[in-house]
C-alpha cells in the first residue's frame, strides 16, 4: 500500500508540474509472473522508470515501447505479454493488435501472462495569444475553460482589464513558454500587427493563425518579406483564424478559433475519454 501511495504521489506532483510521462499498471496476470495485478510504474519520455515495478526484461521491452507511442500520439494501450503457445491458440503473433490488445511474447521460463495498460500523461496544450483585442481576451478566457494552458503577450498599456490567462507578457516577445504542444492565435487588431506575426512564426507550434482578413494578411506577408523573412515561414500563418462559422461577434469567433485549433488538436486521435486527451 505504501509503495502505491508513493506512485500516485509522484504523478500528482509530474502532473503538477505539467511534465510528461507515462502510468503503466499491471491489471491482470496469469500463472507466475514477476508482477502482480495492481503494480505500477511511471515511465519518463526518454523510457527511464523513475518509480514503480511492472516485471523484468518478459514485460519491459513490449512496454517501454507502447510507452514511446502512446506519448507520440497521446493514446492509451493494453500490452498483453503471454507465452508462445497462448499467443497461437489466439490467432496472433506478437506486435500484432486484437481488439484494441498489442501482444507481446514472453520468452521467459516462468510462461506467465501479465496484462499492462500504458496511459499517457501529458501537459495541458498551451495557446499563446499576441495581442490584447476583445478577440484575443475571449479566446483567453474559452481556452482556459477547455483546459489550455493560456499565455497572452501584449504590451500592458492595451489591456485595460486583466485577462483570464494563466502567464501575461508585457509586449510580444514571447519567452519562457508552456513546454507543450502549442499553438498560437495573433488578435492584434491593427496594434502591433507586424512584430507581433513576427514573433508568432519564430514560435515552434502545431498551428499559427492570424486575426484578419486574407487581404490583410497579404499585405503584411509583403511588409513581412520585405523586412527578410522566408515566404514559407509565414505562409504556415492561417487567415483568417477559424472555422467559417458565420461569426460576427469577439465571442463567436474566439470560438470558431477553438473549432479549428480542436481539429488540429485532436487529428489522429480516437475519442477515449482518459487523461491522455488533455
Given amino acids: 500500500m505504501g509503495v502505491h501511495v508513493e506512485i500516485m504521489d509522484l504523478v500528482a506532483q509530474l502532473?503538477?508540474?505539467?511534465?510528461?510521462?507515462?502510468?503503466a499498471t499491471?491489471?491482470?496476470t496469469v500463472s507466475?509472473?514477476?508482477a502482480k495485478a495492481g503494480a505500477k510504474a511511471i515511465i519518463r519520455p526518454d523510457g527511464t522508470i523513475v518509480a514503480g515495478w511492472i516485471g523484468g526484461g518478459c514485460a519491459r521491452g513490449a512496454v517501454l515501447k507502447a510507452a514511446r507511442e502512446a506519448l507520440i500520439d497521446g493514446e492509451p494501450r493494453m500490452v498483453s505479454v503471454q507465452p508462445e503457445n497462448l499467443l497461437a491458440e489466439l490467432g496472433?503473433?506478437?506486435?500484432?493488435?486484437?481488439?484494441?490488445v498489442r501482444f507481446a511474447s514472453n520468452m521467459c521460463p516462468s510462461k506467465g501472462t501479465m496484462d499492462i495498460?500504458?496511459?499517457p500523461v501529458l501537459p495541458h496544450p498551451s495557446l499563446i495569444i499576441l495581442g490584447a483585442s476583445p478577440v484575443a481576451l475571449s479566446l483567453a478566457a474559452q481556452a482556459r475553460q477547455l483546459g489550455y494552458h493560456v499565455t497572452l503577450a501584449a504590451p500592458a498599456?492595451?489591456?485595460i482589464v486583466p485577462p483570464d490567462a494563466d502567464v501575461i507578457l508585457d509586449g510580444f516577445e514571447a519567452k519562457n513558454l508552456h513546454q507543450a504542444r502549442r499553438f498560437v492565435v495573433v488578435s492584434t487588431q491593427g496594434k502591433g500587427d507586424e512584430i507581433a506575426l513576427k514573433m508568432a512564426v519564430a514560435i515552434d507550434a502545431a498551428y499559427h493563425a492570424f486575426v484578419g482578413s486574407k487581404r490583410k494578411m497579404a499585405a503584411l506577408r509583403d511588409k513581412l518579406i520585405a523586412d527578410g523573412l522566408e515566404a514559407a515561414v509565414i505562409d504556415r500563418v492561417k487567415a483568417p483564424a477559424g472555422l467559417d462559422l458565420g461569426a460576427i461577434t469577439p465571442e463567436e469567433i474566439a470560438m470558431s478559433i477553438l473549432a479549428?485549433?480542436?481539429i488540429e488538436r485532436r487529428r489522429g486521435q480516437r475519442s477515449t475519454g482518459s487523461i491522455a486527451g488533455r
Fill in 15 to 23: 502532473k503538477a508540474a505539467e511534465q510528461s510521462f507515462v502510468l
Fill in 26 to 28: 499491471v491489471v491482470r
Fill in 32 to 34: 507466475v509472473t514477476a
Fill in 92 to 100: 496472433v503473433k506478437a506486435g500484432e493488435s486484437k481488439d484494441g
Fill in 117 to 119: 495498460f500504458v496511459e
Fill in 157 to 159: 498599456s492595451d489591456l
Fill in 260 to 262: 479549428e485549433i480542436t
